[in-house]
């Protein structure tokens, strides 16, 4: 089993709609939880950030964390064809980061 | 891509080749990371350093080694280049001044082994 699982898709909605992606993990040591934007053929960007557990909102985006069911998410309101990209979760452990598969989004206009 | 590039960018090389890949910063970052991403896996981590000649396995580090003398120079090799290989791989960087440890990734090296 991989420590952070992550349903890669295809998702694919209509512009204006609200998203949900979702992961899970399976390590207890996590502290960190963040979440990587890749556009296609560009290298991974933060996106958020969550600290334990709790909720953390950034203009369209909020980032959830649930660790009594280890269970991690970000939503997107007011989808944007511009939002359309691969979207990573990831644990973070000392000095390392563990990455789920990966989520491809696409917003249709 | 916080000023790290990696080169070369696209390589097709054959089974068996030795194969190195570079990674350059100029953000002065202690951390530094080699990662792969293929369909259906995400990002896995190869190696990673926490200092010059101070370097780590990650998940997947059969038949790669590192080396960085410099701050600012991180290499991956490839002794014997196999299909399996075959990947996009991306260098990050980490000042871990904060502590959930942003990572800067850059561009991204496309390697085919034939």
């Known amino acids: 089993q991989k420590e952070v699982e992550q349903d890669p898709g295809p998702l694919s909605v209509p512009e204006g709609a609200i998203v949900s992606l979702n992961c899970t993990y399976s390590?207890?040591?996590?502290?960190?939880f963040m979440w990587y934007r890749q556009y296609s053929r560009k290298g991974p960007e933060l996106l958020m950030y969550?600290?334990?557990?709790g909720n953390k909102e950034d203009g369209r985006f909020t980032a959830q964390v649930d660790k009594s069911s280890k269970y991690i998410s970000l939503f997107i309101r007011d989808s944007q064809p511009s939002d359309s990209a691969t979207y990573l979760c990831?644990?973070?452990?000392?000095?390392?980061?563990?990455f789920g598969q990966g989520t491809e989004l696409s917003v249709k206009p | 891509d916080a000023g790290i590039t990696q080169s070369p960018r696209h390589k097709v090389t054959e089974t068996g080749t030795p194969v190195t890949l570079r990674c350059h910063q100029t953000?002065?970052?202690?951390?530094m990371y080699w990662y792969r991403q293929d369909p259906g896996h995400g990002l896995r981590l190869i190696h990673y350093?926490?200092?010059?000649?101070?370097?780590d396995k990650g998940e997947v580090s059969d038949g790669y080694s590192v080396s960085r003398s410099k701050t600012e120079d991180f290499l991956l090799t490839l002794e014997s280049a196999t299909s399996s290989q075959t990947s996009v791989y991306f260098c990050?960087?980490?000042?871990?001044?904060?502590?959930?440890?942003?990572?800067?990734f850059g561009p991204g090296t496309r390697l085919t082994v034939l």
């Open positions: 990050a960087i980490s000042d871990f001044q904060r502590k959930y440890n942003e990572q800067f």
């Open positions: 390590n207890s040591a996590f502290q960190y």
């Open positions: 969550t600290y334990s557990s």
């Open positions: 990831a644990g973070s452990e000392g000095g390392k980061l563990i």
């Open positions: 953000e002065n970052h202690r951390y």
């Open positions: 350093s926490y200092g010059v000649k101070d370097t």
